[in-house]
């Protein structure tokens, strides 16, 4: 099998493309075919892992013009076309490249995000909208005398928001981040949310008020990219159509939202 990964780095004229050519083995994934070129071919190629290492959602890359955690993509499956998602148009699908789905898997650093080397971007953007969302859990109580019960119900509720595990998949799918550089993302977004119904806080409304802007909740178009390219299933356009709902309820909307 052939790897079609791009390139750039510091001092380079312009962006390429280079093809390595490797012995595919039984269950090898995007990961181990890019650890394979770097360990036997070449051992300049830069890209980001912390797979066992307790940080989940680091090795995302564009595969196959579809944004995916390398580590869990089989070199296989994506030669036989098994692993095909069709999505919404974003300016990343335009770039024109060369390549052969059933004998090349071709792999790219996440799109919207500035490229640091090779398949490394660099993910300061990102992790804004998190510290500016506050996106952290605020008890009621911060001294509670026993432990804090929450119903099954509850539980379940925010299981689908608390699996998000930050590998920007969605950022680097989502058509509205790539035009809108103040929007804060499917997954900031959905974990905003994810407090909002968190029963153990009371900042209830004041949590949605928090991206209560025209660049916020009402900025998402619904395009659905970033629930189909989740590793971990979470819908961040449910969480943003339920914050919408909600502050349309309570009359909060503002006034130039830029929807229809």
């Given at each position: 099998?052939?790897?079609?990964?791009?390139?750039?780095?510091?001092?380079?004229?312009?962006?390429?493309?280079?093809?390595?050519?490797?012995?595919?083995?039984?269950?090898?994934?995007?990961?181990?075919?890019?650890?394979?070129?770097?360990?036997?071919?070449?051992?300049?190629?830069?890209?980001?892992?912390?797979?066992?290492?307790?940080?989940?959602?680091?090795?995302?890359?564009?595969?196959?013009?579809?944004?995916?955690?390398?580590?869990?993509?089989?070199?296989?499956?994506?030669?036989?076309?098994?692993?095909?998602?069709?999505?919404?148009?974003?300016?990343?699908?335009?770039?024109?490249?060369?390549?052969?789905?059933?004998?090349?898997?071709?792999?790219?650093?996440?799109?919207?995000?500035?490229?640091?080397?090779?398949?490394?971007?660099?993910?300061?953007?990102?992790?804004?909208?998190?510290?500016?969302?506050?996106?952290?859990?605020?008890?009621?109580?911060?001294?509670?005398?026993?432990e804090r019960h929450m119903e099954p119900v509850?539980?379940?509720?925010?299981?689908?928001?608390?699996?998000?595990?930050?590998?920007?998949?969605?950022?680097?799918?989502?058509?509205?981040?790539?035009?809108?550089?103040?929007?804060?993302?499917?997954?900031?977004?959905?974990?905003?949310?994810?407090?909002?119904?968190?029963?153990?806080?009371?900042?209830?409304?004041?949590?949605l008020e928090q991206a209560n802007t025209p660049?916020?909740?009402?900025?998402?178009?619904?395009?659905?990219?970033?629930?189909?390219?989740?590793?971990?299933?979470?819908?961040?356009?449910?969480?943003?159509?339920?914050?919408?709902?909600?502050?349309?309820?309570?009359?909060?909307?503002?006034?130039?939202?830029?929807?229809?």
């Amino acid at each position: 099998m052939k790897l079609k990964v791009f390139r750039q780095r510091e001092g380079m004229d312009a962006s390429r493309y280079d093809t390595f050519e490797i012995a595919e083995t039984p269950g090898m994934t995007v990961l181990g075919a890019l650890f394979r070129v770097q360990e036997q071919i070449d051992d300049t190629l830069a890209f980001r892992y912390s797979c066992r290492g307790a940080v989940c959602g680091s090795c995302a890359m564009l595969i196959n013009k579809v944004p995916r955690l390398a580590c869990r993509t089989q070199v296989r499956s994506l030669l036989k076309g098994e692993q095909k998602i069709s999505l919404s148009h974003y300016p990343a699908l335009d770039e024109t490249v060369s390549w052969n789905p059933g004998k090349e898997v071709l792999v790219e650093p996440l799109p919207h995000l500035p490229v640091i080397r090779d398949l490394v971007v660099d993910m300061s953007a990102f992790y804004r909208f998190y510290r500016m969302l506050d996106t952290v859990f605020r008890p009621t109580d911060e001294n509670p005398v026993r432990e804090r019960h929450m119903e099954p119900v509850a539980v379940k509720d925010l299981e689908l928001y608390t699996n998000c595990i930050l590998c920007a998949a969605c950022f680097g799918s989502c058509p509205v981040d790539e035009k809108n550089p103040k929007y804060p993302g499917p997954a900031a977004l959905a974990t905003l949310y994810r407090f909002r119904i968190d029963p153990r806080e009371d900042r209830g409304m004041e949590r949605l008020e928090q991206a209560n802007t025209p660049d916020g909740w009402w900025a998402c178009e619904f395009h659905g990219n970033c629930r189909k390219v989740c590793s971990r299933g979470v819908p961040p356009i449910v969480a943003i159509g339920h914050a919408r709902q909600e502050l349309e309820k309570s009359g909060k909307k503002p006034e130039k939202t830029g929807d229809t």
